[in-house]
């Protein structure tokens, strides 16, 4: 043999190896001192790990853990990731600043007077939405449509409300 590792004789300290390999590494260890003390080192540590009893739960460890588990389970705040609120004033501020600056930038484009065209084609807009109007609000499919629409949404909301209520009445 070339060279004995550390993991060969501790399988051969665990009884891991075959016979014909076996006898010849304890040939081995028995001719090289250093070898020797190594292997009686890992043969003392093996018998003292055998004769050590292993330590076992209480009896309620699992109730415990589990009862742990819940408690944990119970509060789903804590589970939940945290966000900065700078980090979203930050962003709010940005967009109010450019709906605000836009608002500002028309304002300050726009002209004084309206113009004889922008009044003419103002009036032809405001005819063709009125008459697009006219036919939506008299058209009774969009009506039944509407209707089944909120009568659904309302169902949905009561659903909500009334699920709410009774979880709050269980707990």
Request: charged share 20%; hydrophobic share 50%; net charge negative.
């Amino acid at each position: 043999m070339n060279q004995i590792t550390e993991e060969q004789l501790w399988d051969l300290a665990d009884g891991l190896i075959e016979e014909p390999l076996a006898s010849e590494l304890m040939q081995v260890i028995a001719l090289n001192p250093g070898l020797k003390q190594k292997y009686d080192e890992i043969k003392a540590i093996n018998s003292s790990l055998a004769s050590m009893q292993l330590d076992t739960p209480s009896a309620n460890f699992t109730a415990n853990v589990m009862a742990q588990f819940r408690t944990e389970m119970g509060k789903p705040e804590a589970l939940k990731t945290l966000v900065n609120r700078k980090i979203i004033y930050g962003i709010a501020a940005v967009f109010s600043a450019i709906i605000i600056g836009l608002l500002f930038f028309t304002i300050w484009n726009a002209p004084a007077e309206p113009s004889a065209q922008f009044m003419a084609t103002s009036n032809q807009v405001q005819q063709a939405v009125d008459s697009q109007v006219d036919s939506l609000l008299n058209n009774k499919v969009f009506w039944r449509s509407f209707l089944m629409i909120d009568a659904v949404l309302l169902l949905i909301f009561a659903d909500k409300l009334l699920s709410r209520r009774s979880l709050k009445n269980i707990a």
